[in-house]
């Protein structure tokens, strides 16, 4: 969705070239981890990723003076997918009553500051974070430890991944018109037709189990569909 600054010392094919060279090192050892290592690794990925991203967004938070609880946010976002892994990707009550806990902490912490002047956004917006970024992305561990989970989850990411490319170098190129720009001034309507042109054609360009949504029929001449799922074996067929 982005167009590239034209001014400054970074130009839109130098930029291009980074963003592909971080992707394309990301895509290896996710690929690597997601087929042919147990899900724990693939947990232990998401969870770190989960943990930065968090702090990322409750700093940018409290850049713009908004007192979110960044500390407890970030453990609290770390917790929500280690409970998923431990209960195999089932929804069970521990990750439930993990998140009425905190959303109970959270409320007894606001008591311990004396200015309250932001307490309700203070509140929203850290229970907002850890909801959408930790517990949304958690499910990326239960679609692993579904049957065929590890070509599910990497439909999905390619899927993304395309879609994200496609709008970086549509609206880069040919981006004129701005999408909306009192949120961000350099998403453009070109980009966001690019992208979902892009994540399109991904659906339709993979093995032929792409095109006919049959996952369990994975690619006869692909080396990764002889790896087995590690799934424990009290789950299989979950």
């Known amino acids: 969705f982005r167009r590239c600054e034209r001014g400054g010392g970074v130009t839109p094919r130098i930029k291009l070239t980074q963003r592909v060279a971080t992707s394309l090192v990301l895509i290896g050892v996710t690929a690597y981890i997601l087929f042919f290592t147990p899900p724990l690794f693939f947990s232990l990925e998401l969870i770190i990723f989960v943990g930065i991203a968090l702090f990322e967004f409750f700093t940018l938070l409290r850049r713009a003076n908004i007192p979110v609880y960044r500390l407890f946010g970030v453990v609290m976002g770390i917790g929500v997918p280690t409970i998923a892994y431990m209960e195999f990707g089932s929804t069970q009550s521990g990750e439930v009553l993990f998140l009425v806990l905190g959303c109970l902490f959270i409320f007894l912490l606001q008591f311990f500051h004396k200015d309250n002047s932001q307490a309700l956004s203070g509140i929203a917006l850290t229970l907002f974070g850890i ?76 093995c032929p189990w792409y095109r006919t949504g049959q996952i369990g029929h994975r690619c006869p001449d692909s080396p990764a569909s002889r790896v087995q799922s590690h799934r424990p074996q009290s789950h299989q067929g979950y």
Request: charged letters at 15%; one cysteine or more.
């Open 131 to 206: 909801l959408y970024i930790s517990w949304f992305l958690s499910f990326l561990i239960k679609i692993r430890f579904l049957e065929d989970g590890m070509w599910w989850v990497a439909y999905l990411l390619s899927v993304t991944k395309a879609e994200d490319i496609g709008a970086y170098c549509v609206g880069t190129w040919f981006g004129k018109h701005p999408l909306i720009p009192h949120i961000s001034p350099k998403k453009t309507i070109e980009g966001t037709f690019g992208g979902l042109a892009a994540s399109v054609l991904a659906r339709h360009s993979r």
